[in-house]
């Protein structure tokens, strides 16, 4: 196998290093989900300059482009506000990761429905091991577990959705635009959302934060490693199919932020998570392997 006969693999495999990077690193900020948003959403701004030069700073802007950008924006940055703000502050994470992190099931049924996706046999296992892996990777230890009600639930099923939607459609849209345009639209929808971001934040989430340089530096730092995740991606169904693109990063991503954080905080993860691990590393293995 060569990978430079695979930008989709390069692009993909580049995704799950930032974005494992950035999943080891996010808890390390001392801002609220909504503040994070904000400087994330900024964060966004500079690969998409490098993604608008590489088009001559030409975006398409006909009406069609401009509705696919949106709704990807929209269903990604939204999808990203109500975690913050919705599921993760009315229920336990060890509950909400697990259901989130299934939204690749939305993306492989919608593309093989209606963009007529196919994989071979042994796409087909890698497809299932690594939708195998994702929960046993999100598993967080539930001894603090109490009854929470079932507001989060909602929540949580809502940013099932909308992720799962955004990676179909950002496939749907790749075929139709540069990537570059869905791109720059992301990022623009992103940044229309950072004032409701910050009229969401509460007072007293936010008396007492220290806005210093190297606080927010830290934290943009941090987030634009998810920014950049994020470009890549989208070259990434540029190039290959979503029922291989998104089970695979979705798989991989966790695992490098277990082995980084291994390396970072001398946490041993437990056997849960190892076997997501074995599971996760096997499917890429497999669909690595897989012709697109």
């Keep these: 196998m060569k990978v430079k006969q695979k930008p989709w693999l390069l692009y993909a495999l580049v995704t799950t290093i930032f974005w494992g990077f950035w999943g080891a690193l996010i808890g390390t900020s001392t801002y609220p989900g909504t503040i994070i948003y904000i400087i994330w959403s900024v964060t966004m ?3 998409a300059l490098v993604a608008l030069k590489a ?8 009406g069609k482009s401009i509705f696919y950008g949106a709704i990807i924006g929209l269903l ?32 492989i049924l919608l593309s093989v429905f209606f963009l007529k996706e196919k994989a071979t046999s042994k796409g087909w296992i890698g497809i299932a091991l690594a ?16 009854n929470h009600g079932i507001l989060w639930l909602i929540f949580a099923l809502l940013v099932f959705l909308a992720w799962g939607l955004q990676a179909y459609f950002m496939r749907f849209a790749n075929g ?3 990537a570059e ?15 409701v971001a910050w009229f969401m934040t509460k007072d007293s989430a936010i008396q007492g934060l220290i806005f210093s340089w190297k ?11 998810n920014a950049i995740g994020a470009l890549t991606i989208v070259y990434a169904f540029r190039y290959g199919r979503a029922i291989i693109v998104s089970p695979l990063t979705n798989a991989v991503a966790p695992v490098m932020t277990v082995i980084i954080s291994l390396i970072l905080y001398k946490t041993m993860p437990g056997s849960i998570i190892l076997t997501g691990m074995g599971l996760s590393v096997l499917s890429m293995f497999i669909l690595s392997f897989e012709d697109s």
């Design 76 to 107: 990604g940055a939204g999808g990203q506000l109500v975690l913050f703000t919705g599921a993760i502050a009315n229920g336990p994470a060890y509950l909400i990761f697990p259901i989130i992190s299934l939204s690749p099931v939305v993306t």
């Design 215 to 225: 606080e927010v530096g830290y934290t943009a730092a941090v987030q634009i490693l």
């Design 181 to 195: 345009s869905i791109f720059f639209y992301m990022t623009l929808t992103g940044l229309l959302l950072a004032p």
């Design 45 to 47: 701004i500079l690969p």
């Design 55 to 62: 088009i001559g700073w030409r975006p398409e802007t006909d």
């Design 131 to 146: 939708l195998l892996a994702i929960p046993f990777l999100a598993y967080q230890d539930p001894s603090n577990h109490s």
């Design 176 to 178: 139709r635009m540069k």
